[in-house]
């Protein structure tokens, strides 16, 4: 059982039983860097939440051979799609996909301060109100996003939404930990995603000529 109060359910003929979850309790600490393999360089770590089918992580990959992709998403068949993928391709030493709520996940990665980047594609697409409470970018999670990036790391966050990034932006320019890093000073607003890798959703969302509105922030030194 978790904190959010649920169990992960099993099923006879699941085909995701292989999905990876993170080690240990629900509440235990764990050490991030022990999610990827050892390298003799240093390396970047990111986090993706909520990945969906993945694409975002293999560009990113191979857009900088220093980032260490950890992946939280929900939902197990994704989770498990991408990270057998990511294993398949040579990259599991780089980047994992756990099949994990990023609100209970977040919490127990240790220590802060030592992520470049988390990214959050698309979320919360529901626009009904009784969703609201659905939503990913709350105060659990922000806070530890808060907590786990370095000083200067980045927050980007990018949705076809309006409503959504006018309420994203709302909540994210009330944090004090964070300033905004967008195009001009003062604003978190980015025309274009400057990290050379595109979610699946970015990638539809740019083929039907749909707006994207992409926020910024870094950690405050
Ligand atoms: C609209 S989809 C966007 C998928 C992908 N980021 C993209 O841009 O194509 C939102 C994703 O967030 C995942 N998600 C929602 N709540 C989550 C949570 N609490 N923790 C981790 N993933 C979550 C969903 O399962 C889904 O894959």
Redesign the pocket.
């Given at each position: 059982m978790t904190e959010l109060g649920y169990q992960r359910k099993v099923h006879r003929d699941d085909p995701y039983t292989d999905a990876a979850h993170l080690d240990g309790r629900w509440d235990e600490p764990i050490a991030i860097e022990s999610l990827f393999a050892p390298a003799e360089s240093p390396f970047a770590i990111e986090i993706?939440?909520?990945?969906?089918?993945g694409?975002?992580a293999f560009e990113r990959l191979a857009f900088d051979p220093e980032v260490r992709l950890l992946g939280?998403?929900?939902?197990k068949k994704?989770a498990t799609i991408v990270d057998r993928k990511l294993r398949a391709t040579g990259l599991g030493g780089r980047s994992r996909c756990y099949a994990?709520?990023?609100?209970v996940?977040l919490p127990r990665l240790q220590p802060g301060g030592r992520v470049r980047a988390v990214f959050?594609?698309?979320?919360?697409?529901w626009w009904k109100k009784r969703h609201e409470k659905?939503l990913?970018l709350g105060d659990v999670?922000q806070s530890n996003i808060e907590r786990l990036l370095m000083p200067g790391g980045e927050l980007f966050v990018?949705t076809d939404v309006e409503h959504r990034a006018a309420q994203y932006r709302a909540f994210l320019d009330e944090r004090a930990a964070l300033e905004p890093k967008g195009d001009a000073p003062g604003d978190p607003l980015l025309a274009e995603n400057p990290y050379g890798a595109r979610?699946?959703?970015?990638k539809?969302a740019i083929a039907d000529g749909l707006p994207i509105y992409r926020l910024r922030y870094a950690k405050r030194a």
């Amino acid at each position: 059982m978790t904190e959010l109060g649920y169990q992960r359910k099993v099923h006879r003929d699941d085909p995701y039983t292989d999905a990876a979850h993170l080690d240990g309790r629900w509440d235990e600490p764990i050490a991030i860097e022990s999610l990827f393999a050892p390298a003799e360089s240093p390396f970047a770590i990111e986090i993706e939440i909520g990945g969906g089918r993945g694409l975002f992580a293999f560009e990113r990959l191979a857009f900088d051979p220093e980032v260490r992709l950890l992946g939280l998403e929900i939902r197990k068949k994704w989770a498990t799609i991408v990270d057998r993928k990511l294993r398949a391709t040579g990259l599991g030493g780089r980047s994992r996909c756990y099949a994990e709520d990023a609100r209970v996940a977040l919490p127990r990665l240790q220590p802060g301060g030592r992520v470049r980047a988390v990214f959050l594609h698309f979320p919360d697409p529901w626009w009904k109100k009784r969703h609201e409470k659905r939503l990913v970018l709350g105060d659990v999670v922000q806070s530890n996003i808060e907590r786990l990036l370095m000083p200067g790391g980045e927050l980007f966050v990018q949705t076809d939404v309006e409503h959504r990034a006018a309420q994203y932006r709302a909540f994210l320019d009330e944090r004090a930990a964070l300033e905004p890093k967008g195009d001009a000073p003062g604003d978190p607003l980015l025309a274009e995603n400057p990290y050379g890798a595109r979610s699946p959703r970015e990638k539809r969302a740019i083929a039907d000529g749909l707006p994207i509105y992409r926020l910024r922030y870094a950690k405050r030194a």
